[in-house]
């Protein structure tokens, strides 16, 4: 095969991996706008992480009610779908007179990551030459993290040199989204033997005895770094705006995307380095994050904030990726993405969970000493998951080739 004919070969891949960027950006496009909506509709910084956090509710919903329901409909339908939520989310921002708009539109936003999450990672990967491929893993990696990075980016940098800082970011995502779905008809189906939504069944989270001794550490790890992401996307933009006087919304954006785009490199780095070195390196990486953040804080220094951001990335990207595929080659075929999605509820339920402890704490000790106490716990817990991997003794069959 000849170099064009490679390349159009991964066309296809790569145009599923652009819609699935596009809808992963609106779930993060909110991020630093906060403290607008903070000043138009005058709500605290509780609200701030409950609004933030009701995206976990809608994806961890979504995960269990019809985290398989792309097997059995096709992916095209649920895509086109999720796509559908996306752009309802979008046009309640932009009619957003009142906090109950929020509410919904972050809800709307986390029904649609639900129904992208699975769907398009096995899209992207079924549509590559070569299913399964490493190349295809990336891709769809990418396409996932460097989403959420782009949506903080493109809010931030629209809310601050642009008009309308409360609607333009909203306008253009329903564009994207209006391509994406123009995008997504002109794809393939990959599923051949499609049937009918009623013979969709909820998934119930399950935990095999064999799977028990690599599970705990890994979701130990991944709750860790979806609740360090969870305060860089909900309050991570507070902190700055008071304690470092940063208000300049483009710069927020970017600090978050950092966060992002330096998962994508963790993620990446896991099979030269191997499964059972990344997932202790990326606990090593989240607890140092987790100080750098805490010295930020402590010190007011802008230059902590960012090293934190791409220090704790990385460190969840590699601690992510190896603790995935860790539990799936422990778990049995026929329990497999049972496993897989009670890991995936213990990462959205630290993106939850966890940032709306941050915001109880803020209204009585205030959000600096809330952060710090944040910080504190998320480091003994991933202290704890690196010790014990360290300790265990070496499983075959785990390493990566």
Known sequence: MDGGSARRGWLPC????????????????????????????????????????????GVIGVLLLAGNASDTVGRRPVLL???ACAAASAVCFLCATALGW????????????????GAATAYVMELAPGKGSPRASLVATAANMGGLG???????????????????????HLVLLAVSAAVLLGLRETVRERRP????????????????????????????????????????PALLSRFLDVDNHAVSGLVVALAFFASIAGQSAVGRIGERRSLPLGC???????????????????????LSAVLGGAGQGLAFRAALAQVAAASPAD??????????????????LPVIGVGVLSDHIGLQDAGLVFIACMGVLVTCAGVYLLRRPAEAGHESA
Request: with cysteine; aromatic share 14%; charged share 5%.
């Open 81 to 83: 779908w999720g796509l």
């Open 150 to 172: 782009c949506g903080p980016l493109i809010a931030g940098f629209l809310a601050q040199y642009a008009p309308w800082p409360l609607y333009l970011p909203f306008a253009v």
């Open 14 to 57: 790569f145009l599923s991996g652009a819609v699935f960027a596009v809808c992963m950006a609106g779930t993060t496009l909110p991020t630093p706008l906060y403290s607008l909506y903070q000043d138009e509709l005058g709500f605290s910084e509780l609200t701030v992480t409950v609004v933030y956090a009701v995206y976990a509710f």
């Open 284 to 306: 090593a990486g989240l607890l140092g994050g987790l100080a750098l953040l805490a010295g930020a804080l402590w010190w007011q220094l802008l230059p902590l904030v960012i």
């Open 197 to 236: 939504l009623s013979t969709v069944r909820p998934q119930k989270p399950g935990l095999p005895p064999e799977v028990r001794a690599v599970f705990g550490p890994a979701a130990l790890a991944s709750f860790v770094g979806f609740a360090l992401f969870g305060v860089f996307t909900s309050v991570s």
């Open 102 to 117: 929020l509410y919904v539109g972050r809800l709307l936003s986390g029904l649609s990551a639900g129904l992208f999450t």
């Open 335 to 352: 329990r497999r993405a049972a496993v897989i999605s009670t890991l995936f509820v213990v990462a959205y339920a630290g993106i939850s």
